[in-house]
């Protein structure tokens, strides 16, 4: 019986890309982009992306009647969310004052001005784009033969404040340290793009697809 992969479309985000890489690292799954909330419980692994403003996101996902269906399928199987994806899983926003899923306890807060400053005092640029390192805070399954510090794509101007250290597995700079993954239980999530991080990108894309949800 095929693997069944449903990547959840709310109508935000480059859901092609995200299925491509997903497509390439498991060709014999059977991947679903898909806004129905049956196809997405019936699946093996949940895949949850995004990219656009959170109360935009959020709005999206109430209107085609998802949240529920995300809800349980981040509860009960193999679960990967992705940049905004990652930040709906935590109970608010900064952004336009956005309560999120409250799955994860803590907040998603804009890069502070004061402090996006390089170490020669220049400026740094918000949306935070590019290639960081990513530094592997504990241990983890999706980090198998990824190498710590592996650099990773990013495109984001707010990231995940948690007051629960145990959820943190990985941290990258800009210019300060801050969390961008997080995992427990069955569930793991990440600010960095996969599908746009190529080699190192596709190996954890690959190690999702085995992992069975164990951490």
Known sequence: ??????????GMGNLRSVSKAI???AP??????????????????VVF???????????????????????EAAASKPFLGICIGQQMLFAH?????????????GNVVRFPAAKMLDSAGNRLKVPHMGWSEVWQARPHPLWADIADGERFYFVHS??????????VTGESDYPFRFT??????????????????HTAGLQLLANFIKWDGQA
């Open 1 to 10: 019986m095929k693997l069944k992969i449903a990547v959840v479309d709310y």
């Open 93 to 105: 926003s900064e952004e336009m004052d956005t309560a999120g899923l409250d799955i994860l306890p």
């Open 158 to 167: 707010y990231f995940v404040d948690t007051p629960d250290r145990t959820l």
């Open 180 to 197: 961008c993954a997080v995992g427990r239980d069955n569930l793991f999530a990440t600010q960095f793009h996969p599908e746009k991080s």
């Open 49 to 71: 992306p995004g990219q656009g403003a959170m109360r935009d996101c959020m709005a999206e996902l109430d209107s085609r009647g998802l949240r529920a269906a995300v809800k």
């Open 23 to 25: 497509e390439h690292v």
């Open 28 to 45: 014999d799954a059977q991947v679903d982009t898909t806004s129905s909330p049956e196809v997405i419980l019936a699946a093996d692994k």
